[in-house]
């Protein structure tokens, strides 16, 4: 079975919509929408904005549903000059922007208890969602995706992000998914689509192009499943 986790209704919404032999499931706090897209085995969920809900979201599924792999989609912030709004990020590893105990003299980033920076995304599941996006046609690059509790939105914390990171996009849920598919050993990929350009305007870009954005990751979505 595919799990699909994305953070707000609208980024969710349009996959809910083509799931057939849809059944619903209540468990804690989070709706799941199991069924089949072109007769494979999914199971979809909208987790709320940022790290706390995504994790809780993303550990529900795993304990309750089988699954093959997870991807999170949705939109984020382009950090990469090859990143165009509604181009697609596709994960290579996802990195934690907010989390620092650098003071101690870890590396900023560093995840104590597993002890890395970089959460990999698996391979094989990169490769498929590659294809994918090329089968659809929309600009892409495979990079580190950054995830913090904050909406980027000035050159200087873009700048902080990329410079300390390496990173081509940021985003609020899709290293909090990770680390919990890493904990639990289940394969991942995060898939986000350009809504903005984490820079001062990006509040502005947000409202105006989210929707635009979805439709490419729905796409893709469709493409691979
Ligand atoms: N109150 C709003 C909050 C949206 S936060 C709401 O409930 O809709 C923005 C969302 O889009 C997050 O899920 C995040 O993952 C993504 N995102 C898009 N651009 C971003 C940016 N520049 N910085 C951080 N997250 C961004």
Redesign the pocket.
Known sequence: MIGII???P??VDAIKAIVENKEEIHIGSIDFVKGTINKKDIVVAQC???KVFAAICAEAMILNFKLDYLLNV?????ISNNLDITSIAISQSLVQHDMDTSPLGDPIGMLSGINIVNIEADKEVVKKVEEAVKKVGINYEIGVIA??D????SKEK?DWIKENFNAI??????AAIAQVAYVNKVPFCVI?A??????GS??M??AEF?KKAIKNSVEVIRALI
Do not use: L, W, Y
């Open positions: 994305g953070a707000m609208i980024e709320g904005i940022g949705g939109v984020a912030g382009s995830s913090g904050q909406f980027v939105n873009k996009a940021c985003e609020m849920e899709g986000r350009m809504s903005d350009k984490a820079d990006s509040h870009d947000f989210t």
